[in-house]
């Protein structure tokens, strides 16, 4: 457990409006009051988009469809994308376009003279978009690994891996350094579960995924038929390879299980591990690591690794080379020939993204160079296209939301006095603990030695140098400076264990944050985000860290059951709703997401409201065709326009913890009393939830 973000990432939104149904309480709905109407001869203000509108549709019944319904009739997703937004994924495709154009330059030789790494970015960009070396990539790919997948013996087995992971090929489990749970200053090393090719333990053991497990095997064995196996031994160790991937799967546990950080607290030691999971060579496996003085081990799945002891008692070299050579080919698929990518692409395209063309290797390789090396492409992106006062206008957002969650904090009836105090020093600190743009203290990327002759080579100098630099952390203090995402991601996150909210460049733009919009508009959009990372310290998860980051209650008993019961309401009305098909959302997996939304959405309309009770900052939002709560609540809707294709929504909807689109604009305003207000909607507006129904936490 590492951190909470405001969504998993650019390409892994939530799911399709166009399928998703009303709100439970719709069946019995009657509108009572008429739709409210909008004096469209008056000007739009700044910020929201015309065309993304339904004007027919009442905002009171389908709010989503009221903001978005026009950009999703008008909108297509893109034949190489599993999902489209107005908001995560435009930017990125701005952001790709100036990270290619950075790259290039890099490639070519021609980034200015001070631009830090160019050659590791140049060397790597310029191999990964040559198509001609990466035909002749096989061989060499089949010779790195060629001495590492057949070991013999369990002690053999447990070396392997360890050279394996030192280039970041983890198999298995992986091993990287870990801010301790309960001592937020020190670092130690964490044992993690793994080395699995489909997307969750839930595709190996759920009935209802066996066809999906069906394609994998037959996928597996097409991929090592590329490699060069006979097809019959290829038929063979596809089987092997998905019964040793099952019996990781049994003893994985679930996303649910893993949103509780208690049950990932289990400091072994390597005594422990020893212990609990001897018949794995682990000596041997950490020398060949590069750790072999490593003691102090938290395991956040006992079950797992003895699991992985498991598998090197039964010692069956045949299903340890079947699964070994299948992680490095699955791992080195982006170093390898055109024929391994068309068939990752098909694979992945017919069970979970929808796609119907790969993406252009240039956008995957502007992908796999910002993970590689993120520091050193953010940098030059942000010295770019960072403007210099946004970190200012950020600044002041922050501490206007700031502003409204104390208020509340102070005010909210259910905490008592010692649970409250507790808090606000919480929220104080994190504010004061935020980051906005770019890390202080850029990575040092110097002793990654790149080459223009192979992209493998260029991933496997990249992973070792972040296996290093990992290792190298255990055992010091913890380096509060270091960031968890590169400056151009569209995203955001809070950190509970650094009890820290964190803002890159990448996100800081239109429609999130527009500097041409009112800021009523930007306070639904950008507002809402500060305010959502915010409130994840208060989550079901984020709740258990306290102020320094430690997990540790600092709840009193009557206060921490108040919260579950207001919890449990959230839980229960996002299990009501579908996300795709007959695929409902898990209440339980995105519990977290949700609290966050409807806090971050409450607290950022709270914030506003302080804001334009100036009314030298409140002049720009009036005479327009929408009061400044309207705008509020659209810049936030219009934020979030997203369409998804059905094979990526119900991958979203078994393994995200972020409702679908739809429901993160429908489900959160829907408890909103200043929602109600701001389209004067009825009371039994089918947007609107009251008494019971209507769930509150901060
Ligand atoms: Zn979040």
């Not at 409250?420 to 002793?447: C, F, Q, T």
Request: hydrophobic share 40%.
């Amino acid at each position: 457990m590492r951190f909470e973000v405001l969504c998993g990432g650019v390409l892994v939104l939530g799911a399709a409006c166009a399928t998703t149904t009303a709100p439970a309480t719709s069946a019995a709905a009657v509108t009572e009051v008429p739709a409210p109407s909008f004096d469209r001869t008056k000007p739009l203000p700044a910020g929201l988009d015309e065309a993304a509108f339904n004007w027919t549709a009442n905002p009171c019944e389908d709010f989503y469809e009221f903001a978005c319904g026009g950009w999703m009739a008008k909108t297509e997703i893109p034949a190489d994308r599993p999902l489209y937004s107005r908001g995560f994924v435009s930017i990125a495709d701005r952001n790709e376009l100036a990270l290619k154009g950075i790259l290039e330059e890099a490639a070519a030789g021609k980034l200015p003279a001070d631009a830090a790494f160019a050659k590791q970015l140049g060397d790597s960009y310029a191999t990964c978009t040559d198509d001609a070396q990466l035909e002749t990539a096989l061989e060499r790919v089949k010779a790195f690994a060629a001495p590492l997948v057949a070991p013999t013996s369990p002690e053999e087995l447990a070396k392997n891996v360890g050279v394996l992971h030192a280039s970041g090929l983890t198999a298995f489990f992986t091993l990287t350094a870990w801010q301790d749970l309960k001592d937020a200053s020190q670092v130690i090393g964490g044992i993690d579960q793994g080395g699995l090719g489909l997307p969750d333990r839930d595709y190996y053991v759920d009935a209802d995924k066996k066809p999906i497990r069906e394609a994998y095997q037959a996928y597996v064995a097409s991929q090592l038929g590329l490699w060069g196996q006979g097809k019959d031994a290829a038929a063979q160790d596809a089987a092997l390879v998905l019964e040793l991937e099952t019996q990781l799967a049994q003893a994985s546990q679930t996303r649910v299980e893993r949103r509780d950080p208690t049950k990932l607290y289990n400091r072994l030691e390597r005594s422990g591990l020893k212990e609990k999971a001897g018949a794995f060579g682990w000596d041997a496996y950490l020398t060949a690591l590069g750790a072999p003085a490593l003691q102090t081990i938290n395991v956040t799945n006992v079950k797992f690794v003895e699991a992985v002891a498991a598998i090197a008692k039964q010692g069956k070299p045949a299903a340890w080379k079947a699964y070994l050579t299948w992680t490095v080919l699955r791992m080195a698929v982006p170093g390898l020939p055109k024929a391994f990518q068309d068939a990752a692409f098909a694979f992945n395209a017919k069970h979970f993204t929808g796609a119907t063309q790969d993406r252009p290797r240039w956008k995957k390789c502007v992908a796999f160079v910002d993970s590689d090396l993120g520091e050193a492409l953010g940098r030059e992106f942000a010295r770019r296209y960072f403007p210099a006062d946004s970190k200012a206008r950020t600044s002041a957002m922050i501490e206007a939301l700031q502003g409204s969650v104390e208020r509340n904090l102070k005010t909210l009836p259910w905490l008592d006095e010692p649970t409250r105090a507790a808090a606000l020093a919480k929220a104080s600190r994190m504010v004061a603990n935020n980051k906005i743009g770019y890390p202080a203290v850029w990575r040092d990327y110097g002793s990654v030695q790149t080459t223009r002759s192979s992209y493998f080579e260029n991933m496997v100098a990249a992973a070792r140098f972040e296996v290093r630099r990992q290792l190298l952390k255990i055992g010091k203090p913890v380096d509060r400076g270091e960031w968890l995402m590169s400056a151009p991601t569209v995203n955001a996150y809070y950190d509970p264990q650094k009890n820290e909210i964190v803002f890159p460049a990448g996100i800081l733009q239109p429609p999130f944050f527009d500097k041409d919009a009112t800021d009523a508009v930007n306070f639904g959009s950008m507002g809402m985000v500060v305010g959502h990372e915010i409130t994840h310290g208060f989550d079901d998860e984020g709740r258990q860290f306290d102020v320094d980051g430690n997990l540790k209650d600092w709840w009193s008993e009557p206060v921490g059951k108040a919260f579950v019961g207001k919890a449990t309401c959230v839980k229960q009305q996002f299990d009501g709703y579908t996300a795709v098909d007959d695929v409902k959302l898990k209440g339980d997996l995105t519990l977290g997401e949700n609290i966050a939304d409807l806090g971050g959405l409450k607290h950022a309309h709270q914030a506003l409201d302080t804001w334009y009770a100036d009314p030298k900052k409140a002049a720009e939002a009036s005479a327009q065709r929408f009061t400044p709560s309207q705008q509020f609540f659209l810049g936030f809707a219009q934020s979030w326009c997203t369409k998804v294709r059905p094979e990526q929504a119900k991958l979203r909807a078994a393994t995200d913890p972020h409702a679908s689109p739809y429901w993160r604009v429908n489900g959160p305003v829907g408890n909103l009393e200043a929602f109600r207000k701001a389209f004067g909607c009825g009371e039994r507006s089918k947007m609107v939830r009251t008494g019971a129904q209507q769930c509150v936490v901060f």
